[in-house]
């Protein structure tokens, strides 16, 4: 198969399953993970999907009604853990019992602000990670510990649909749970790999326990 054929079908197998991982794309195809790669590059660079960490998520199709972006509903800040600054597809907000707003990079530093405040937390929102939407975290599926980390380790991600989580769950593995599991989940790592690399509020904390 000619790479202009192989580009044009990955396009449209990434519009079904919205993200693809690039062992997806090396077992369908039948070709090396260096030219899935290359692949990826070129279509990124027509600006036709969005590279992550292991593979490509689609990118959101612009609509009459877009989501403002979290700098204009949030306001600028760095992350209250790691200090990285915010981004739309990750971005993590909590509000706290006395109105004060706090910003997260991540959903993983998100979950390690919840641990680190407790019941001061109100209410918390996060973005999809496909579309960049805004919702609450209640209501989110997260995948934990997939092969996709964009930010923080261990990876966490925030998904508004149940059916889109599970379709990035598929090709980039982890484990799908709600914020009570994720606050378990990140408790429970911190205890397992408290010498390890990873974020340096998680470290801390748990050398400290």
């Known amino acids: 198969m000619k790479g202009t054929q192989r580009r044009k079908e990955i396009i449209e197998w990434l519009e079904q399953e919205k993200s693809l991982s690039l062992l997806q794309i090396v077992e369908r195809f039948g070709v090396s993970k260096m030219t899935a790669h290359r692949d990826l590059v070129a279509l990124e660079g027509r600006k036709v999907l969005r590279r992550i960490h292991g593979g490509a998520v689609a990118l959101e199709k612009p609509t009459v009604a877009t989501v403002p ?15 990285r600054p915010a981004s739309q597809h990750l971005f993590y907000s909590l ?5 004060e707003q706090r910003i997260a990079c991540c959903p993983h530093c998100g979950v390690s602000a919840h641990l680190m405040l407790g019941d001061q937390v109100a209410m918390a929102l996060t973005a999809d990670y496909l579309t960049g939407r805004p919702h ?11 092969t996709a980390a964009p930010c923080c380790k261990p990876s966490m ?5 149940a059916d889109m989580a599970k379709r990035f769950q598929h090709g980039f593995g982890g484990t799908i749970g709600t914020l009570k599991d994720a606050i378990s989940y990140l408790q429970e790592e911190m205890s397992l790999h408290r010498d390890e690399e990873g974020c340096p509020h998680c470290v801390a904390l748990a050398r400290r326990e």
């Not at 991600?157 to 649909?161: C, G, H, K, P, S």
């Open 69 to 83: 972006a979290p700098s204009s509903v949030f306001g600028q800040g760095t992350c209250m853990i790691c200090y």
């Open 157 to 161: 991600l925030t998904f508004e649909d």
């Open 95 to 99: 509000t706290l019992t006395n109105g």
């Open 136 to 146: 609450p975290t209640q209501g989110s599926h997260f995948v934990l510990g997939s």
